[in-house]
């Protein structure tokens, strides 16, 4: 086939996918940012302290809506537990906030259909709760975490002026310069997006080049066993970096080509719910036993709900009406109106395009901002793993509470975070954030 011919059916399948999602992108990016302003602290601090299956049962029902991307939950998660959080509720947050978000499952409604739209959500909770549990009993036997680092930490004053300073990592805190509703507007279309835009972007163009480049009944013709096509995927989800919402095309892709719903769910647990990042973090701050409990939670659950869906569940539930007939596969199938989802696509491109200009802006102000107080200890800091708004967040949160820290900001593009106090000690900053997860790159002649 002409190359060329390769191209312009690349182009029509990537705009056709995003025409699907776009509309139920947009819901759910607003559903996200309802969600940033409902939830707080005090919830958090309530219902996931035990060491307890309701603690665990708690973690689970609030990561499930939780529109976190897959790098985002993991400093969200370990703030959780530097707040109080139990192991087994941290575990339990870790594995089922990723699979899920109201985001993902409308856009899975919109690609894969109802069943599972209704599926993905009640395995994340089985199997964040299981984990959790199972952490829980590997803790029972070791010595209670030394507060070491939590020493140095600040009380929460939620009368200063800064608030907690937990900003998105606990996704309540609002700017006491603008109404809830800009904070809401801001997260949803602004910072949630920035987060998630990248991955979203490569999610299709993988889903459009795997439809073009592989041929029809793909894995049915050269692998032929379901079940040797859920191991496949995998071994090739667990280390891999994709959030829940881009993994969704792939998935829907996928399914035309051959694979089984079984291995469909598979990846899309497995490659939302683990990353060689997250798995490298877990085992440096919650130790072995703990990361041992989340990976066979979710590597195990992602094979038995694989098998039980492809043995005990009826096949045609798992058809792809809708994106088969966005393909003109079949017709008479229900669809948005094309004015709606080509106006949500054109929106969501300028919101993305929004993002990356906001970045910039807020790049050269941090850049800029070099001055506080004469007589001030200044650092900047290289930090390595910051990757998302909740990452940058959570650093700042941490770092800013410690004491004799006047202030900690940080350039996400960069990587770097500056700091200013009086008699600042940076072998207290570096453990601070190693206990974060992050890595410590040493200071930055600024």
């Known amino acids: 086939?002409?190359?060329?011919?390769?191209?312009?059916?690349?182009?029509?399948?990537?705009?056709?996918?995003?025409?699907?999602?776009?509309?139920?992108?947009?819901?759910?990016?607003?559903?996200?940012?309802?969600?940033?302003?409902?939830?707080?602290?005090?919830?958090?601090?309530?219902?996931?302290?035990?060491?307890?299956?309701?603690?665990?049962?708690?973690?689970?029902?609030?990561?499930?809506?939780?529109?976190?991307?897959?790098?985002?939950?993991?400093?969200?998660?370990?703030?959780?537990?530097?707040?109080?959080?139990?192991?087994?509720?941290?575990?339990?947050?870790?594995?089922?906030?990723?699979?899920?978000?109201?985001?993902?499952?409308?856009?899975?409604?919109?690609?894969?259909?109802?069943?599972?739209?209704?599926?993905?959500?009640?395995?994340?909770?089985?199997?964040?709760?299981?984990?959790?549990?199972?952490?829980?009993?590997?803790?029972?036997?070791?010595?209670?975490?030394?507060e070491k680092i939590l020493s140095e930490v600040k009380n929460c004053d939620t009368n200063s002026k800064e608030g907690c300073g937990c900003g998105d990592s606990c996704g309540t805190q609002v700017d006491e310069k603008h109404s809830k509703l800009y904070t809401m507007f801001k997260y949803a279309f602004v910072d949630f997006l920035q987060d998630i835009s990248k991955w979203l972007v490569i999610g299709l163009l993988l889903a459009a080049v795997i439809s073009v480049a592989l041929p029809d009944d793909f894995f049915a013709s050269y692998i032929g066993n379901d079940f040797v096509g859920m191991l496949i995927i995998l071994v090739a989800s667990v280390p891999l970096y994709i959030c829940a919402t881009s993994s969704v095309p792939v998935a829907a892709i996928l399914l035309m080509k051959g694979v089984s719903p079984g291995a469909a769910l598979v990846f899309l647990m497995a490659g939302p719910a683990t990353n060689a990042a997250t798995i490298t973090v877990l085992n440096k701050v919650l130790g072995k036993k703990t990361s041992f409990a989340y990976l066979i939670s979710i590597i195990m659950g992602a094979l038995v709900f694989g098998l039980l869906i492809d043995h005990t569940l009826p096949r045609e539930w798992f058809t792809l009406k809708g994106l088969h007939a966005t393909m003109g596969a079949h017709d008479g199938h229900f669809s948005l109106p094309l004015w709606l989802q080509w106006g949500s696509s054109i929106s969501l491109t300028l919101l993305i395009i929004n993002g990356y200009i906001q970045k910039t802006i807020l790049k050269r102000k941090i850049t800029d901002d070099t001055t506080l107080v004469d007589k001030t200890d200044k650092h900047?800091?290289?930090?390595?793993?910051?990757?998302?708004?909740?990452?940058?967040?959570?650093?700042?949160?941490?770092?800013g509470a410690l004491k004799n820290i006047n202030s900690a900001k940080v350039n996400l593009e960069q990587k770097q975070l500056r700091i200013s106090g009086n008699k600042i000690e940076l072998e207290i900053i570096q453990k601070e954030l190693e206990s974060l997860g992050f890595e410590y790159g040493g200071e930055i002649d600024s």
């Open 380 to 399: 900047l800091i290289s930090v390595l793993g910051m990757s998302c708004n909740h990452c940058k967040n959570s650093v700042e949160k941490h770092i």
């Open 1 to 146: 086939m002409d190359f060329t011919l390769y191209i312009k059916q690349f182009i029509v399948d990537f705009i056709q996918i995003l025409n699907e999602m776009s509309p139920y992108l947009l819901l759910g990016f607003l559903f996200a940012g309802i969600l940033k302003v409902a939830i707080p602290q005090k919830f958090i601090d309530k219902y996931m302290g035990q060491k307890n299956s309701r603690s665990v049962l708690n973690a689970a029902l609030l990561g499930i809506p939780m529109p976190l991307c897959s790098c985002g939950v993991i400093p969200t998660g370990i703030s959780f537990y530097k707040s109080g959080a139990s192991k087994g509720s941290t575990v339990s947050f870790l594995i089922s906030t990723p699979q899920t978000g109201v985001d993902s499952i409308l856009v899975t409604y919109s690609l894969l259909g109802l069943p599972f739209a209704i599926i993905r959500p009640i395995i994340a909770l089985v199997t964040g709760y299981v984990g959790g549990m199972l952490a829980n009993s590997f803790d029972k036997k070791e010595e209670k975490i030394e």
